[in-house]
Every structure is written in C-alpha cells, then in structure tokens.
C-alpha cells in the first residue's frame, strides 16, 4: 500500500471513494463543482490510500481553518475531515498509516494543533486527539413555549426582520465571521465556503429562512437560521449572536412562532440562559449530548502559550504521546493570564496523555473530571483544583461549524 497526496486532477476519485467508505453515492455537483457539501475540499491537502494493485482504498483530507482560543486569539488548524476506508480494507492498519502520515505532514507544515468531528467516539483517541467541546438539542413544544416578560428596564429595544437566506448570504457570513472571533472553540467558515456553497446550512444552497436581529441603531447583531418541516416542527440550524441580547430576541422570536408544533435549536450551547427565560423551566427536553470538536496538540509550547489563561500559577505536565512515541515535560506558569511554557524535570503535578490535554485545552473539559475519570494522574492534593481554575475559559467554548 501506498499513501500519496492528492491534487486537483484527484478529486473526482477522492470524493468517489469517500462517499464509497460511507456506503453513499456522490449527488452530482453544479457545473462549476459548487452546491454540495465537499465543494470546499481543497485537493492539495488531501491523502490516498492506494493499494498494491492500484485501487484507492482510503481518504483523509484538511481544510484550512482559524480556531478561536480561550482569550480570543485565532490560530490556524488544520481541520481532519473526509477519512474513510473502503469496507473491503478495514482494520488492515489503512487508517493508521493515514493518520501517522497526516500527522507528520502537519508537523512539517509547523502546525500547532490538528481538530477533527469524529463519525464514532471510539475512533481517533488512539491517535492522540480528545473531544473538546460538545454540543446537544433543546426542543421546547409550542404550547410550552412561553418567556418571563423581560424585567422593567430591559425590554428588548431592536428588531427581528425575516429574510430569505439567498437574499442575506453576505451579511449571515460577516456575522458569523465577528461571532467565531470572540467565541472560544468556534471555527472560521472560509471564503471558499460561502462562495461555493459548501457545508451544510447557512453556507449549503438549501432554501431557508433568516431571521435578522438589529439593535436599537439597526446595526445587525445576530440571525437565525430556520425552517419548517411538513409536520409543522421547526428546525433552527443555528443561531449566531454578538450579544445575549440579541440572542434573547431571536429565540423569542423563534418561539412565537404561529403555527408550529416544536422549536428544536441545534448546537444548544452549555451554559445558554435560555431555559431560564422559559416561563416554564422543565418546557424544554435537552438530547443528543454528544462530543463535537475533537482536538489533537502538535507542537505543545506553543499550544499552551497561544491562549489566555484565568487564573494564575504553576504547573508541571507530563504529558505522553504514545502514538507519536513521545514523552515530555512541560512546566506552565501564568502570570497576568498569559503564559511561558519551558521543558522541565522537576516533578510533575499532573500526569496525563496528549488526548487528554487536547480535552481540557478549550476549556471545556475541567482537569479535575478526567482525574476523576481516571484519565489523568495528580501527583499533588492541589493540582487538580489549580489545573481546573487555570484552564478554565470564561466563555464556555463552542463550536457549531460541520465539516
Ligand atoms: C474526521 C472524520 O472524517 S470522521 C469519519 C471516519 N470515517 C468513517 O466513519 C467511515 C466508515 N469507517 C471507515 O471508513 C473505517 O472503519 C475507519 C476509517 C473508521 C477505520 O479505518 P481502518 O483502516 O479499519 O482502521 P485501522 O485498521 O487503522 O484501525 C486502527 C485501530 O482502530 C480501531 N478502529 C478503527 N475504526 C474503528 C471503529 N469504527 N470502531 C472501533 N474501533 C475502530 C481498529 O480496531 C484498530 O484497533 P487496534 O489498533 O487496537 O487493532
């Protein structure tokens, strides 16, 4: 077997043989490759697999993307999509020599972290990445769906407009591009995305409708994303919102909705104020928990000194990457919410594997639970309680871009 790049003239093979590995067939594309959801594939950045008889047997690819970090800085990441073996070549290891291949490809390019949505939770651990930030349903019924009048003094003071989305593309993008600014865990939708109508909706051709917050100097500030199926339930795709006020007015808007049976929001973020509107607190049914983005740390310095931190103080990680058969130890101390990351030997507070440190490293995932969990060893009484309030991210991180 072999594992080569692939480039433009491959595309055509490569979505063919993805689509094989997921047992699907390709719906054909428009006539300039747009309005599907792999159009923004970008074909220099893939692998495939090629057997020994010359029969492409596997896929993996990565899309260029900024991550929003704990504090608001942006880095770039590569993010891991379109893996897949063909049913009649599993577990011969295609999907390890993939792996072991992109990662060092990914180290060459000098990147700091890899993120990925894993299909099945049990996948890509082994390979060094941990879920980071997760994501769940709200369904709240209709006729259940009243809000507490806001309290005197704060009554809503802009305006919800209702668009189509084929009219407002380029204003739903600018505002989710200020949005995944400030939104630790959230991930950039690139030009390409929006131009060629990749992904899944807002960015995907499908008819929906917007609902457009303004602010009281008609400033936009944040949208809906919405539509009905024949059994009257709405489906609201996302909401994206630079401020609770705004958010607060579109899910009012949402929920007052005539002639509907359900209002379901997909990507209901933790920590949402949401059900403490709801005149009824139990109106609401959350599902669907599941882990969403999935993060894998390269180059471990640099990850650790790239965000901002909450607390400050010391700590010594020793940190294990069986997959890439390293070991290292790290001591991180913070001082003013910024930190220096030097290689140490004193001896460590926390114990733990590079996946696990992917999972607190949003945080999103407090240290303590993995210890708990018995993930992550503390050497120290203290450590787990210091790790927790150190990698704590003031905004809970989020992310509600599909790739
Ligand atoms: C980011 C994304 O794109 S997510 C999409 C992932 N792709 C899919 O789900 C498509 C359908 N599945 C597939 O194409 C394949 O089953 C893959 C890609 C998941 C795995 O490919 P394989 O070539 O079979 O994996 P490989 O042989 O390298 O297995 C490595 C190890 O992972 C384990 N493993 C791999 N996939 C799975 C799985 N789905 N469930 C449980 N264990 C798994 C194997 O048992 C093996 O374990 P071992 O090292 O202890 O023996």
């Not at 950045?45 to 690819?61: F, K, N, Y």
């Not at 500030?221 to 709405?234: P, R």
């Not at 983005?293 to 400050?312: C, F, G, H």
């Not at 790290?330 to 996946?355: F, Q």
Request: with cysteine; glycine share 8%.
């Amino acid at each position: 077997m072999e594992i080569r790049s692939t480039s433009e003239k491959d595309l055509d093979v490569f979505v063919d043989t993805v689509f094989a590995a997921f047992g699907k067939h390709p719906t054909p594309p428009d006539e300039d490759g747009s309005g599907v959801w792999w159009s923004a594939l970008e074909p220099e950045r893939g692998l495939l697999a090629v057997s020994d008889q010359g029969r492409p047997i596997g896929t993996a690819c990565a899309y260029s993307f900024e991550l929003t970090l704990p504090g608001g800085a942006t880095v770039p990441v590569p993010g891991i999509s379109c893996v897949g073996v063909l049913p009649s070549h599993r577990r011969q290891g295609v999907l390890t020599a993939m792996m072991r291949r992109q990662l060092a490809d990914l180290r060459e390019r000098g990147e700091i972290m890899a993120v990925l949505l894993a299909s099945e939770a049990v996948i890509y651990r082994r390979f060094g990445y941990g879920p980071a930030t997760y994501t769940r349903r709200l369904t709240v019924p209709r006729h259940r769906a009243a809000l507490t009048p806001p309290r005197a003094g704060q009554e809503p003071t802009g305006s919800v407009e209702l668009l189509r989305l084929s009219d407002c593309r380029d204003l739903v993008e600018q505002l989710y591009d200020r949005y995944r600014r400030a939104q630790p865990g959230a991930i950039s939708r690139p030009p390409l995305w929006w131009t060629r109508q990749a992904g899944h909706p807002p960015t995907a051709p499908t008819q929906r409708y917007i609902a457009l917050h303004r602010d009281a100097d008609s400033t936009p500030t944040g949208y809906a994303c919405y539509s009905l199926d024949d059994s009257l339930a709405m489906l609201v795709d996302e909401i994206v919102s630079l401020d609770d006020a705004a958010y607060t007015a579109l899910a009012r808007y949402l929920l007052g909705h005539d002639l509907v049976t359900e209002i379901a929001f997909r990507h209901f973020p933790t920590g949402n104020p949401l059900r403490w509107q709801l005149a009824d607190f139990n109106a609401g049914s959350l599902t669907g928990e599941t882990d969403w983005l999935w993060v894998r740390l390269l180059d471990i310095p640099r990850a650790l000194t790239s965000r901002s931190w909450s607390a400050d103080g010391e700590l010594v990680l020793d940190v294990d990457d069986p997959f890439l058969g390293e070991r290292t130890r790290h001591l991180l101390t913070v001082r003013d919410g910024r930190a220096e990351c030097t290689p140490t030997d004193r001896e460590p507070d926390l114990s733990l594997d590079v996946s696990d440190l992917g999972s607190v490293y949003l945080g999103g995932t407090a240290p303590s639970t993995l210890v708990r969990a018995g993930h992550i060893r503390a050497h120290r009484p203290d450590a787990a309680a210091r790790a927790d309030a150190m990698f704590r991210s003031e905004r809970e991180p989020h992310c509600l871009h599909w790739f």
